[in-house]
């Protein structure tokens, strides 16, 4: 019963491809994230979605569309893959009472993209 | 930037208390302190966060000054599993966590 699922785990394609990457949440949360840690190990926010809708975009190139069907997923599409694409992209989710952002997020186990 | 300030790395025996400190003199009084670890492989795990007051959970202690300006996290028993990266984080009503470097802390038997 994992709270926060993320597949592929592992995902390695030539450069030039599409791929996705979906994460679904089993906690009831409204607002999920993605997170790319690189190969320095540091983690940084790509997106962010509550209720469905985007409300943070770290000028991540337009190659990156994330997707939220329902509050219990949102999956993440890269077109035209690159070199440096290659990280762990996390995702996570958290929940939002009363409009106040300062509830924990909680991560997936991540799923390692490799460029070859 | 992450507005937080954390040892590189430490060194704890098994069975020991970690304390893990980290500096945030600039933090607001509205901004909460959060801690995560990453353990190898895995995502970031949430741990604990307050405000002003000292705070304890199954997993860790919290223990913020008065001034706010720094805290300090407590492992009270360090066991291997808990050989991770721990990331301080201040944070007020933000879907964003900025995470900086880390104390990558090592639990030796």
């Known amino acids: 019963d994992t709270a926060v699922s993320q597949t592929p785990k592992y995902l390695v394609t030539q450069m030039g491809n599409d791929k996705s990457i979906k994460c679904e949440q089993n906690?009831?949360?409204?607002?999920m994230y993605w997170y790319k840690q690189d190969s320095k190990k540091f983690l940084k926010i790509m997106f962010s979605?509550?209720?469905?809708?985007?409300?943070i975009n770290e000028t991540v190139p337009n190659r990156f569309s994330p997707k939220s069907p329902d509050k219990a997923h949102l999956n993440l599409h890269i077109n035209s893959l690159e070199l440096g694409d290659s990280a762990v992209y996390f995702c996570?989710?958290?929940?939002?009472?009363?409009?106040?952002?300062?509830?924990?997020?909680?991560f997936g186990d991540g799923t390692r993209l490799s460029i070859l | 930037d992450a507005k937080t300030t954390q040892p590189t790395s430490m060194d704890c025996a098994e069975g020991r208390a970690a304390n893990l400190p980290c500096n945030h003199s600039?933090?607001?009084?509205?901004?909460?302190v959060y801690w995560y670890r990453q353990i190898h492989s895995q995502g970031p795990q949430y741990i604990i966060h307050?405000?002003?007051n000292n705070e304890t959970n199954e997993m860790a202690s919290l223990i913020i000054t008065e001034d706010r300006k720094s805290s300090t996290l407590i492992l009270p028993h360090a066991t291997l599993r808990d050989t991770a990266v721990y990331y301080c984080?201040?944070?007020?009503?933000?879907?964003?966590?900025?995470f900086g470097t880390g104390t990558r802390l090592q639990v030796f038997p």
């Open positions: 996570a989710s958290s929940l939002r009472r009363a409009g106040n952002s300062n509830q924990p997020q909680h």
């Open positions: 906690l009831g949360h409204d607002t």
């Open positions: 979605y509550n209720n469905k809708e985007l409300i």
């Open positions: 600039t933090i607001s009084g509205n901004e909460y």
């Open positions: 307050g405000l002003k």
């Open positions: 984080i201040v944070r007020y009503n933000t879907d964003k966590l900025i």
